[in-house]
């Protein structure tokens, strides 16, 4: 059975770095495309980052540019993103998601809020 | 940026067809898919590659896409489908994912 569960949410100040980890099971994660979805308070659903396999390919919605990295580690079969400089609109609900041509499982998601 | 247009909601009554529209640019290259959302749970897919069914998910869902449009319909809706409803897909490079603006379904 395929999971994936997200960690590493929380509170944190505008300006502020925090790092989210997705611990991947029930397939082989080396062999997908992973991604980081995220979803704001009573708003809709928002791509934010895909990484290859090997980690050789990144590709980041706009707004996070220079400011989010996704990496991944396969031997650990784990995902992560890196926030740095968070404003209050990256507020939202952060998924992970493994990738078969598009988002196919998802996690159930952990929540980021930057308020003062 | 790439966008997709949906309509913000649609209304039907139990056993009536429901059709979500979601129009792109790039749709005619590009395939689409489609996510089912309920309160407070994850997303989950229902249409792939246009118009495949994953399985587990009832027959009466069911895609399809022609030129710069993409439509989920669900027919003969029942009250357990209310749920909000996302298209996804890709840009024209296959690079950057983006999902439409998604769609309240009510089934009442």
């Known amino acids: 059975e395929v999971q994936l569960v997200e960690s590493g949410g929380g509170l944190v100040q505008p300006g502020g770095s925090l790092r989210l980890s997705c611990a991947a099971s029930g397939f082989t994660f080396s062999s997908y495309w992973m991604s980081w979805v995220r979803q704001a308070p009573g708003k809709g659903l928002e791509w934010v980052a895909n990484i290859k396999q090997d980690g050789s390919e990144k590709y980041y919605v706009d707004s996070v540019k220079g400011r989010f990295t996704i990496s991944r580690d396969n031997a650990k079969n784990s995902l992560y993103l890196q926030m740095n400089s968070l404003r209050a609109e990256d507020t939202a609900v952060y998924y992970c998601?493994?990738?078969?041509?598009?988002?196919?499982?998802w996690g159930q998601g952990t929540l980021v809020t930057v308020s003062s | 940026s790439y966008e997709l247009t949906q309509p913000p909601s649609v209304s039907v009554s139990p056993g009536q067809t429901a059709r979500i529209t979601c129009s792109g640019d790039a749709l005619p290259k590009k395939y689409a898919y489609w996510y089912q959302q309920k309160s407070g749970q994850a997303p989950v897919l229902v249409i792939y590659?246009?118009?495949k069914r994953p399985s587990g998910i009832p027959e009466r869902f069911s895609g399809s896409s022609s030129g710069t449009m993409a439509t989920l319909t669900i027919s003969g809706a029942q009250v357990e489908d209310e749920a909000d409803y996302y298209c996804y897909s890709t840009d024209s490079s296959g690079n950057l994912g983006v999902f439409g603006g998604g769609t309240k379904l009510t089934v009442l």
């Open positions: 998601a493994r990738i078969f041509r598009a988002p196919d499982y």
């Open positions: 590659e246009d118009s």
